[in-house]
């Protein structure tokens, strides 16, 4: 599945590579080239003046005393992801050491669904507790799906006195406060697929329970496949997880997991507080929950509450009073939403509250005792923080998405297909004489019937026309057959054009310039067909993902903080495997839309 990995150092580290690593105050790590159409994981080069240069090299005698100790970090309140990339990178440290001397280390708090499982696997994986590691003997130390001290808690300060610290992440865009000796940072659905990657090139041997962690890993953090951020990869190393054993069933259970009691109560509560905003035909709700302590699970809530509200965007907010002696509320704001092209949450909680995660999925937490830490500064979060108001709070994160995300929504004479561009039928065809016409028209399934003086009386479908052959009426006038029962105005919108094809089950609506005129009298402007909302959806257009046809590198070159993904752009022999790719026909289709040599472009007309 994936290309051979060089893990840089930092994983098993040899005394040649500890002494290079203190010699050379700046060294890029370079991943393998990888086989024909797989990308590689890329080189990682970082800034000289890391202060961990100086425990880069070991004397003698630590050699002698066996394999560095090790451990990999999880982040708080983990999830399946970073619970099966650690146990997958400990367990590949431990394969090129060839020593069992890695653990897994939970810094604090699981999810509920985490809970559970572990509650019945947990001697399966080389999982301790915090207070069971001896810090001081701690060499190694790995950090999966988190890039920031404020997430691994207490387990923080085991990062200073460690010699190496390698971070694994899919976040390609988060910010980091981590030295780190290596980062491997992915743009993937999960960081379980960087690991299982990794793991198969490495050829090294995992359990049925490996496996099982890795593909719930995968699972539930790209909806098993069917979240925005899913690449081909994220596929392949599910499959690699099958072909290793993973258990269907287990798969199942924790996939989709029954909420708690508490959960429940949280879900009651948030539909009985859920405010909703309407722009550009999105729906964004607001919802806020007090609740007596801290509870678990509160991602699954907003997830079940984003589709109970029947909303496009969800921000929920779920507080509790924390401490005894010195009591403050701290608040947790889980945001979600559908595939709204347009929005991005990752960002917008990122910039209020240094939050993070991804486009539909992001989540941040604050005290409302303490000033906020944000990366723009914004005087009305802060104003409405001061003031407790945390229904304020979420007030000014729906209006931050709603003025800046949320382009004015198309209308039906934005997408429609012009009436000169039109195919149409007239009252005096037979059914015969439409049926030819419509196959003449690859790809036309219906068309609007106009009269002689320009008026729209109908529409006419494929399937009318094939109940007509049936019943050997291929000679009767179309006109007996015809029917107009929706027709939308130029300014309709694209939101209520899909609603009524839906409702309809029609293959198109026509658009009339003169809606308010007699029936009679319409004018057909220009037709709305499936084919226009699906494109409006940008379901099936095309991305530059590493896996898709003809691409075969990973995402663009990406840089944040001092770290540099050295990978290459788009070469020649791409572009060769995309043309040979291509049939005949899609070549000459390609070569008409390119300009040629003494073109002098199209007219605005011809343009629309």
Same mark, same amino acid.
């Given at each position: 599945?994936?290309?051979?990995?060089?893990?840089?150092?930092? @994983?098993?580290?040899?005394?040649?590579?500890?002494?290079?690593?203190?010699?050379?105050?700046?060294?890029?790590?370079?991943?393998?080239?990888?086989?024909?159409?797989?990308?590689?994981?890329?080189?990682?080069? !970082?800034?000289?003046?890391?202060?961990?240069?100086?425990? =880069?090299?070991?004397?003698?005698?630590?050699?002698?005393?066996?394999?560095?100790?090790?451990?990999?970090?999880?982040? %708080?309140?983990?999830?399946?992801?970073?619970?099966?990339?650690?146990?997958?990178?400990?367990?590949?440290?431990?394969?090129?050491?060839?020593?069992?001397?890695?653990?897994?280390?939970?810094?604090?708090?699981?999810?509920?669904?985490? $809970?559970?499982?572990?509650?019945?696997?947990?001697?399966?994986?080389?999982?301790?507790?915090?207070?069971?590691?001896?810090?001081?003997?701690?060499?190694? +130390?790995?950090?999966?799906? #988190?890039?920031?001290?404020?997430?691994?808690?207490?387990?923080?300060?085991?990062?200073?006195?460690?010699?190496?610290?390698?971070?694994?992440?899919?976040?390609?865009?988060?910010?980091?406060?981590?030295?780190?000796?290596?980062?491997?940072?992915?743009?993937?659905?999960?960081?379980?697929?960087?690991?299982?990657?990794?793991?198969? #090139?490495?050829?090294?041997?995992?359990?049925?329970?490996?496996?099982?962690?890795?593909? &719930?890993?995968?699972?539930?953090?790209?909806?098993?496949?069917?979240?925005?951020?899913?690449?081909?990869?994220?596929?392949?190393?599910?499959?690699?997880?099958?072909? !290793?054993?993973?258990?269907?069933?287990?798969?199942?259970?924790?996939?989709?997991?029954?909420?708690?009691?508490?959960?429940?109560?949280? /879900?009651?509560?948030?539909?009985?507080?859920?405010?909703?905003?309407?722009?550009?035909?999105?729906?964004?709700?607001? %919802?806020?929950?007090?609740?007596?302590?801290?509870?678990?699970?509160?991602?699954?809530?907003?997830?079940? @509450?984003?589709? &109970?509200?029947?909303?496009?965007?969800?921000?929920?907010?779920?507080?509790?009073?924390?401490?005894?002696?010195?009591?403050?509320?701290?608040?947790?704001?889980?945001?979600? #939403?559908?595939?709204?092209?347009? %929005?991005?949450?990752?960002? +917008?909680?990122?910039?209020?509250?240094?939050?993070?995660?991804?486009?539909?999925?992001?989540?941040?937490?604050?005290?409302?005792?303490?000033?906020?830490?944000?990366?723009?500064?914004?005087?009305?979060?802060?104003?409405?923080?001061?003031?407790?108001?945390?229904?304020?709070?979420?007030?000014?994160?729906?209006?931050?998405?709603?003025?800046?995300?949320?382009?004015?929504?198309?209308?039906?004479?934005? +997408?429609?297909? !012009?009436?000169?561009?039109?195919?149409?039928?007239?009252?005096?065809?037979?059914?015969?004489?439409?049926?030819?016409?419509?196959?003449?028209?690859?790809?036309?399934? $219906?068309?609007?019937?106009?009269?002689?003086?320009?008026?729209?009386?109908?529409?006419?479908?494929?399937?009318?026309?094939?109940?007509?052959? /049936?019943?050997?009426?291929?000679?009767?006038?179309?006109?007996?057959?015809?029917?107009?029962?929706?027709?939308?105005?130029?300014?309709?919108?694209?939101?209520?054009?899909?609603?009524?094809?839906?409702?309809?089950?029609?293959?198109?609506?026509?658009?009339?310039?003169?809606?308010?005129?007699?029936?009679?009298?319409?004018?057909?402007?220009?037709?709305?067909?499936?084919?226009? /909302?699906?494109?409006?959806?940008?379901?099936?257009?095309?991305? !530059?993902?590493?896996?898709?046809?003809?691409?075969?590198?990973?995402?663009?070159?990406?840089?944040?903080?001092?770290?540099?993904?050295?990978?290459? %752009?788009? $070469?020649?022999?791409?572009?060769?495997?995309?043309?040979?790719?291509?049939? =005949?026909?899609?070549?000459?289709?390609?070569?008409? @839309?390119?300009?040629?040599?003494?073109?002098?472009?199209?007219?605005?007309?011809? #343009?629309?």
């Amino acid at each position: 599945m994936a290309a051979p990995v060089a893990f840089a150092g930092a @994983l098993a580290p040899s005394p040649r590579d500890r002494s290079a690593r203190a010699s050379s105050s700046s060294r890029a790590r370079a991943a393998a080239p990888p086989p024909s159409g797989r990308p590689r994981l890329g080189r990682v080069i !970082r800034s000289s003046s890391s202060p961990r240069d100086a425990h =880069a090299s070991h004397d003698e005698s630590d050699e002698s005393a066996g394999p560095p100790l090790g451990v990999v970090l999880t982040h %708080v309140s983990a999830d399946f992801d970073t619970l099966s990339s650690a146990v997958g990178l400990a367990k590949l440290r431990d394969h090129r050491l060839g020593a069992q001397c890695t653990c897994v280390v939970l810094p604090r708090g699981a999810s509920p669904g985490v $809970s559970h499982y572990l509650a019945l696997h947990k001697n399966k994986f080389p999982i301790k507790e915090f207070r069971a590691v001896d810090a001081s003997r701690l060499e190694w +130390v790995g950090v999966v799906d #988190a890039q920031r001290r404020d997430r691994l808690a207490d387990c923080a300060s085991w990062l200073d006195d460690a010699k190496d610290v390698v971070v694994v992440d899919h976040h390609a865009l988060a910010t980091s406060d981590i030295d780190a000796t290596e980062r491997i940072i992915q743009e993937v659905g999960a960081t379980a697929t960087v690991v299982a990657e990794m793991l198969e #090139a490495e050829d090294v041997k995992i359990t049925e329970e490996d496996a099982t962690l890795l593909g &719930l890993g995968i699972h539930t953090d790209t909806g098993s496949l069917t979240f925005e951020a899913t690449t081909p990869r994220d596929a392949k190393a599910l499959a690699y997880c099958l072909e !290793r054993g993973a258990s269907q069933k287990v798969l199942a259970e924790y996939v989709n997991p029954n909420l708690t009691p508490e959960q429940r109560e949280v /879900i009651a509560r948030g539909l009985g507080s859920t405010r909703q905003t309407e722009a550009e035909g999105l729906t964004i709700a607001a %919802v806020n929950v007090e609740c007596d302590e801290y509870t678990p699970g509160m991602a699954t809530c907003a997830k079940e @509450l984003l589709d &109970l509200t029947d909303s496009d965007v969800l921000f929920m907010a779920v507080s509790y009073v924390h401490g005894k002696k010195n009591p403050y509320r701290h608040v947790s704001v889980i945001g979600r #939403a559908k595939p709204v092209k347009t %929005v991005d949450l990752g960002e +917008v909680l990122t910039n209020a509250f240094a939050g993070g995660g991804h486009p539909k999925a992001a989540s941040a937490a604050f005290r409302m005792d303490q000033e906020l830490k944000t990366v723009d500064a914004n005087p009305e979060l802060e104003a409405r923080r001061v003031a407790g108001d945390i229904d304020g709070i979420l007030d000014v994160l729906v209006g931050t998405v709603v003025a800046t995300q949320v382009p004015p929504q198309k209308t039906a004479g934005d +997408v429609m297909k !012009r009436a000169a561009n039109v195919v149409s039928a007239r009252p005096s065809m037979t059914m015969g004489e439409v049926g030819g016409l419509l196959e003449r028209e690859h790809g036309h399934r $219906s068309c609007p019937v106009i009269s002689d003086d320009g008026v729209l009386v109908g529409v006419v479908s494929i399937t009318e026309v094939d109940v007509a052959a /049936i019943k050997g009426q291929l000679d009767r006038p179309v006109s007996g057959y015809m029917k107009l029962r929706s027709a939308v105005t130029l300014t309709t919108p694209v939101s209520e054009c899909e609603r009524i094809l839906v409702e309809n089950g029609e293959g198109c609506i026509p658009v009339v310039a003169n809606y308010e005129d007699d029936k009679k009298a319409w004018k057909l402007a220009g037709l709305v067909t499936r084919a226009t /909302i699906l494109n409006t959806h940008e379901y099936y257009r095309s991305k !530059r993902m590493s896996g898709g046809r003809g691409f075969k590198g990973p995402p663009p070159k990406t840089k944040f903080n001092e770290v540099f993904f050295a990978e290459d %752009v788009l $070469s020649m022999d791409s572009i060769d495997d995309v043309e040979a790719a291509l049939s =005949a026909q899609e070549r000459e289709s390609l070569e008409a @839309l390119l300009p040629r040599e003494g073109d002098k472009g199209t007219t605005s007309e011809e #343009a629309s």
